[in-house]
C-alpha cells in the first residue's frame, strides 16, 4: 500500500513500477532530473510531449503544504514545475491552507505568511514567473469542483485506494476530493477548458493521481478506448447518442471508421494505440462545447525522494536531516559536514575500495542540485575510484549548497517585491 499520509521512505522503485502500472519516462525531456532518472516514472506523459509537439496549451500543477521551511527536498518539484512552464505550461499552484489547518492546526493567517515568506519566495527567486497561485480556503472554484466530484465516488472505492476504515478521519475523505479539485479545476471554461495537465509528485502521491485520473474520466462524454487494437468510442450518459456521434465523425472524418446509434460507439478501424492521444486530445476539445466538466485525465511524473543528511526521509521533526532553503549559509555548511557518507570506515580503505556514491546523501546534494553533468560524473568516478575523501566532498558540497542559498538570499526582496504579481484573486 502506497500511503499519502505516511512517512515511509520508498527506495526499490522498480518494484513500486511493476505493482502500480508506472512507465519509465522517454528520452523527450532534456533536463538532468530526467537525465539523472530522479524522474524516475509517469503516467501519460505521452499527453505533455503531444501538447509540446503540437504546439497545443497545456497546464502544470502543484500544490504546497504551509506548515514549516520549505527545504532541498521539495525543490525538485518546484524544478520541474519551472522547467515544464520554461516549455510553455500554464502554471497553477495550490496553497493547501485548509489541509494545514485541519491537520497541523495553522490558523490561515499563520499558513499565508509562511506560504509566502518561506515557498512563494523561494519559488521567484528560483525563476518561477507569474503564475496562478491561489489559497484553497479563498478559492471557491476548487471548493465547488470538489463537492461535485463527491458526487463520483463513494467510501468503497476510497477505501480500496487508501486503505481507509471507518475510524478513518474525514480529512482522509475529503482531502483526496480537494486535491483532485486543485488539479482538474485548471481545466475549466474559465482558465481555457480541457488541456493535458502535468502533476509532478512523489510516488507516495499516486493514490491521489489515479483517483484524480478516473474522476476525470467518469465525468467525460467519450470514453477513448483500445478494442482488438484498434480505437473505440463509447458515448457516455443516458441522452441522444446522434449528436455526440455524428459531430464525432465528422472530426475523425480522416480515420475510416464505423458507427453505431444504438450502441453508442465509433470503431475506428485504422486508428491504434499510437493515435490514441490524439484522438483524446481532439476528442476532449470537441465535447467542450458540450461538457462544462469536461477534463483531459492528467498525467503524472513521479519523482524520487531525497534523502535526508541523516538518512531516511527528510524531517523537519529532524532538524538537521534537512536543509531549509531560508537556512544561513554557516547552518548549512554545518549540517552537510555532519550529514551521513557513504564512505569507508578509514580513510585507507576508501582508497582501496572506494566509496558507495549510491547510498550517500552528500552525494545526493549534487545528484538533485547541481546541474552540472561533469561535475557530478566526476564526483560520482572519483568517489568510486578511491580518490576522493569523504571531508574534501562534504566542504565542496558544502560550497554549492551555500552558493545556492547565497543566491537565494540576495534575491529575497526583489522577490518578495513581485508576490503580487503571483497570487490569484488579489
Ligand atoms: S566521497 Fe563523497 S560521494 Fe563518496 S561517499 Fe564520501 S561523501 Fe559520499
Known amino acids: 500500500m502506497i500511503d499519502p499520509w505516511g512517512s515511509n521512505q520508498y527506495f526499490d522503485y522498480e518494484k513500486l513500477m511493476k505493482e502500480f502500472g508506472i512507465n519509465a519516462p522517454d528520452n523527450f525531456f532534456d533536463h538532468y532530473l530526467f537525465r539523472r532518472h530522479l524522474i524516475f516514472g509517469q503516467r501519460s506523459i505521452e499527453y505533455i510531449e503531444y501538447a509540446i509537439k503540437n504546439n497545443i496549451k497545456f497546464n502544470a500543477v502543484t500544490g504546497l503544504m504551509p506548515s514549516g521551511a520549505m527545504h532541498l527536498g521539495n525543490k525538485i518539484t518546484i524544478d520541474q514545475i519551472i522547467f515544464f512552464q520554461g516549455l510553455g505550461a500554464n502554471v497553477f499552484i495550490s496553497v493547501a491552507d485548509l489541509e494545514s489547518y485541519a491537520t497541523r492546526n495553522i490558523s490561515f493567517e499563520r499558513a499565508r505568511e509562511i506560504a509566502i515568506n518561506n515557498y512563494i519566495v523561494n519559488y521567484i527567486s528560483l525563476g518561477l514567473k507569474p503564475c496562478n497561485i491561489y489559497f484553497q480556503s479563498d478559492d471557491k472554484d476548487t471548493q465547488r469542483l470538489a463537492f461535485i ?4 465516488t463513494n467510501m468503497t472505492e476510497l477505501k480500496a485506494i487508501y486503505g481507509l476504515t471507518d475510524s478513518s478521519s474525514m480529512l482522509h475523505v475529503n482531502s483526496p476530493l480537494i486535491q483532485a479539485s486543485d488539479v482538474l479545476h485548471s481545466q475549466l471554461k474559465k482558465f481555457g477548458g480541457p ?3 502535468v ?3 512523489g510516488v507516495d502521491q499516486d493514490p491521489h493521481i489515479r483517483l484524480m485520473r478516473d474522476l476525470a474520466s467518469r465525468l467525460r462524454i467519450y470514453n477513448v478506448s483500445l478494442k482488438d487494437g484498434h480505437i473505440l468510442i463509447s458515448i457516455k450518459g443516458t441522452m441522444d447518442s446522434k449528436k455526440f456521434i455524428d459531430e464525432a465523425v465528422s472530426l475523425l472524418n480522416n480515420y475510416e471508421l464505423s458507427y453505431n446509434y444504438d450502441y453508442r460507439t465509433i470503431e475506428l478501424k485504422n486508428a491504434g494505440e499510437d493515435n490514441k492521444t490524439e484522438i483524446d486530445i481532439k476528442l476532449s476539445f470537441l465535447e467542450s462545447k458540450f461538457n462544462d466538466l469536461d477534463f483531459i485525465a492528467p498525467s503524472a511524473t513521479f519523482q524520487k525522494l531525497e534523502t535526508g543528511l541523516k538518512g531516511g526521509k527528510m524531517s523537519s521533526h529532524v532538524p538537521d536531516s534537512l536543509i531549509s532553503l531560508n537556512d544561513t549559509e554557516e547552518d548549512a555548511k554545518r ?9 569507508r570506515k578509514t580513510i585507507e580503505d576508501q582508497k582501496i575500495y572506494g566509496g558507495d556514491p549510491e547510498r550517500c546523501p552528500v552525494y545526493e546534494l549534487y545528484m538533485y542540485h547541481d546541474k ?6 566526476r564526483v560520482y568516478e572519483e568517489c568510486r575510484g578511491g580518490v576522493r575523501m569523504c ?3 562534504k566542504s565542496e558540497a558544502a560550497e554549492m549548497i551555500s552558493s545556492l542559498l547565497k543566491d537565494l538570499n540576495e534575491k529575497r526582496d526583489e522577490s518578495m517585491s513581485k508576490v503580487h ?3 490569484s484573486h488579489e
Open 149 to 152: 466530484l463527491s458526487n463520483e
Open 335 to 343: 549540517k552537510i559536514k555532519a550529514s551521513l557518507t557513504g564512505g
Open 391 to 393: 571531508g574534501a566532498c
Open 372 to 377: 552540472d553533468d561533469a561535475n557530478v560524473q
Open 421 to 423: 504579481e503571483y497570487l
Open 199 to 201: 502533476v509532478p509528485v
Open 195 to 197: 488541456r493535458p495537465t
